[in-house]
């Protein structure tokens, strides 16, 4: 099976500009889940989705937003871009999203905004 | 709420040695434990994982870790180090029930392996 694919891999943007990822799960994973990495936070959760539904969220602001489509295809959103959301945006998939189950992480995003 | 501690940011064997890294979790419930490596610039790969069913849990590339609930660790060993083991490793905690599949990270162990 092919593995969590993201795109695309590096994007450089200005501060206020908005960007969108994409996040393609495994085939089958019907559960999304998106993660901020920092040299300072380190990883932390941003949302999951599941059967095109927020079941939960993290502790960011609503500048962060995502959304899944009907084939568990997930996107993230970032609007008002600021310097500090610079950082590696991983997306992670597993298959209904269970507590405990495994989740297979894609290769990430890599945001620079300057 | 679920917290994780990794006691070493850096940790430096030579090649064919053991590695030890540490991680103390913290955990109101029975979690789901797991252990992840990322090599630079790429995404983070599943070592290994516990969920009660062994307290030795054996993952991929000779990698093992104990889950020991006295101790409130699951410390991560492989009994000789390769070059290729060169990586950042996170050791990774489950969320409380009603969080779903949250995970929470430590805040990674970088492995340096000498020649």
């Known amino acids: 099976k092919a593995g969590v694919t993201q795109t695309p891999r590096y994007l450089i943007k200005t501060r206020g500009q908005q960007v969108t990822l994409s996040c393609s799960p495994i085939s089958g994973h019907r559960s999304v889940s998106w993660y901020q990495q920092t040299p300072g936070q380190g990883l932390q959760f941003l949302f999951e989705y599941f059967s095109e539904t927020q079941r939960n969220k993290g502790n960011f602001p609503g500048r962060f937003s995502g959304r899944q489509f009907s084939n568990s295809r997930s996107e993230m959103n970032v609007s008002t871009l600021e310097l500090g959301d610079s950082a590696l945006y991983l997306c992670?998939?597993?298959?209904?999203?269970?507590?405990?189950?495994?989740?297979?992480f894609g290769p990430g995003t890599r945001l620079l905004v300057l | 709420a679920q917290s994780v501690t990794q006691l070493d940011s850096h940790v430096s064997v030579s090649e064919g040695t053991p590695v030890l890294l540490r991680c103390n979790y913290s955990?109101?419930?029975?979690?789901?434990l797991f252990w992840y490596v990322q090599h630079p610039n790429k995404g983070l790969q599943l070592l290994l994982k516990?969920?009660?069913?062994?307290?030795l849990v054996k993952g991929i590339n000779g990698f093992e870790a104990e889950f020991k609930k006295s101790e409130t660790s699951f410390h991560l060993t492989k009994p000789s180090a390769h070059m290729s083991d060169a990586a950042e490793y996170f050791c990774v905690v489950s969320d409380e029930p009603g969080y779903g599949n949250k995970l929470v990270f430590g805040a990674g162990t970088i492995l340096r392996v000498k020649s």
């Open positions: 516990y969920t009660s069913a062994a307290t």
């Open positions: 992670a998939s597993s298959l209904w999203g269970g507590e405990g189950e495994t989740q297979y």
């Open positions: 955990s109101s419930y029975s979690p789901s």
